[in-house]
Every structure is written in C-alpha cells, then in structure tokens.
C-alpha cells in the first residue's frame, strides 16, 4: 500500500511543500533516519506523516540513497489549486522507550502475555512491553523512532526485577534476566508478529 508523507522547508511559509510517496510507512521513517542522521537538529517530525527541515538542502537530497525508493512531488505554493487529503491507515510508531501491547496481526484480539517466566499468545490477558534500541538505554530521551534494520531489546512493564524476551533452545519465546538482541523487523515483525 502506498504511504504518503508531507515535508515542508520551515524558511519559506508559502513554499517547498512537498508530497513524498512511499511503497510503505517504514520506507518513510528510513527516509526520516538518514536525513536526521546528517544534521539532526534541522529534520525534524512532527508527525508520522509530517516533517520539516530548515537547511537549504532540496528534499531528495536530504536522504540521498531514497532516491530510487521514494517519489518526490514539489505541490503548489500556498496559493496554489487544494492539496487533495489522503485516507491512510492508522499506525503506530515504535519509539524507543516507550511501551506496547504486542498482538497478532492476523487476529488482532490476541495479545502477548507474560506468565511464569513464558510468553503466550493468547485473548485471556496482555502484558506490556517496552522497547529499546540495542544499547540505548540510558538514552531513551531522544524518542528515536524505530526503523525495521534496527536492533533492539524487548522487556516487560512493571514487576520487581527487570525481564526481557528472549528465545530458548527449544525455540519457546521466554522471559530472562539477560537482554536478547533482536532485529525489529526480522526477528520481531516478521517472525513472532507475523503469526
């Protein structure tokens, strides 16, 4: 499904508004990563479907590997013909730090719940979870949105010692007191979500 996105250049009100189209909402928060990687304190995102950027860098030069990922469209100046609205599904940005509910994607009423040291699937209970990019967690302030080549830690909420998911040799998703590294979106995504 195509995702769409709005940047616009902060020093010119009435210009350089753009409409990005991308194959997916995480091609979009890639895109985001590289620009702000270059020059963090002038790409920023408003929303998951807004940015800005006040350098004077043209928008497809801001993250130059999308070049071929992402279509660029230069919309009219303030004055110009009406932006069309788009409908776009509703969606959840993973930010470091911050905590989830985990659930199916194809049954979406059933959740992740953490007993007895295991992880079931199941519609009776739901535990939350937070999420942490690997080796961040002393700086989960910068509320970095999580892109799919991302590693990361996954831990419980609440409780008296710190738990995290891990998988045993069994291939059983288990809770541990040492952190699992695993990548967001092979690991977690597409392979335990995907169920």
Not at 47 to 55: A, H, I, N, R, V
Not at 103 to 121: F, H
Not at 156 to 176: C, F, I, M, P, R
Request: charged fraction near 25%.
């Amino acid at each position: 499904m195509v995702y769409y996105a709005f940047p616009k250049w902060q020093k010119s009100e009435p210009n350089y508004r753009y409409l990005l189209a991308a194959p997916d909402a995480e091609t979009i928060d890639e895109w985001r990563r590289e620009a702000s990687t270059k020059d963090p304190e002038h790409v920023k995102r408003l929303s998951p479907g807004f940015y800005s950027w006040d350098t004077d860098t043209q928008a497809w030069d801001l993250a130059p590997s999308f070049i071929n990922k992402i279509i660029y469209t230069l919309l009219n100046d303030r004055d110009g013909r009406i932006i069309s609205n788009f409908n776009q599904p509703a969606r959840v940005s993973a930010i470091s730090g911050n905590s989830y509910y985990i659930r199916s994607k194809s049954s979406p009423d059933i959740y992740w719940l953490a007993k007895g040291g295991l992880i079931y699937a199941t519609k009776q209970g739901r535990t939350r979870f937070a999420f942490r990019l690997d080796r961040q967690r002393d700086r989960d302030r910068n509320r970095t949105v999580i892109i799919g080549k991302d590693y990361i830690s996954v831990s419980t909420v609440g409780g008296s010692a710190q738990k995290y998911v891990s998988v045993n040799d069994n291939g059983e998703v288990v809770l541990s007191g040492y952190s699992c590294r695993m990548c967001y979106s092979d690991d977690l995504k597409n392979m335990f979500l995907a169920q």
